[in-house]
């Protein structure tokens, strides 16, 4: 034990101030190796904690179908299926608010007005009237649904962290599941107008 503190106190003494004065040091094969002594905890139950991998973040969006190595089913990549399911939800929302929307705006009676009315804006109406309240309150209705579709900078923002979701919990989809996605998103936006009274 005496001899590994002696070579342990030399190396200390000795300070390098270049890493070329240790390249220079000779090399000498009966060195004695530095052992430390074991070291023995004294909690047998001690917790070694890792810190957790940082989550994969996906920045763009990516285009390729995934093959699972064991089955010779295709999926649709994290970045295809999230797109999916923004613009299905976009377009749920832009056909379904808007009905929503009109009813509770618009009553019965109204309704058949303002199907009635000269919308173009070249009737002019007499001001106070019936039919120029409502045409006031149809502008200001537009006005509300012309902002409910996403837009350009909240698709991307929606699918990036879609596909991030939709990574972490490795919901796969098939070429099938985005198709029957995709359709049921027309036709009940197609269908909306049928549910009208």
Known sequence: MTK???NAQSITETTFTDISDVLRQPVSSTSQLLT???FEPENDTET???PEPEPEVITEVETITQEPEDSDEVFMSHADTASTIVESIDGLQSSVIPYLLENKTFKGEELEILDNL???GQTIYPAGSKEAILLVRWKRYQDVIAKI???TAEKRRLTLATAN???TIDLKMTPMQTLLMAWSEVIIKRSTP???D
């Open 165 to 167: 979701y939709v990574k």
């Open 36 to 38: 430390e002594p074991e």
């Open 48 to 50: 070694v904690f890792e």
């Open 118 to 120: 000269d919308k173009t």
């Open 194 to 196: 049928f549910f009208k």
């Open 149 to 151: 579709p996403f837009n």
């Open 4 to 6: 590994v503190k002696k």
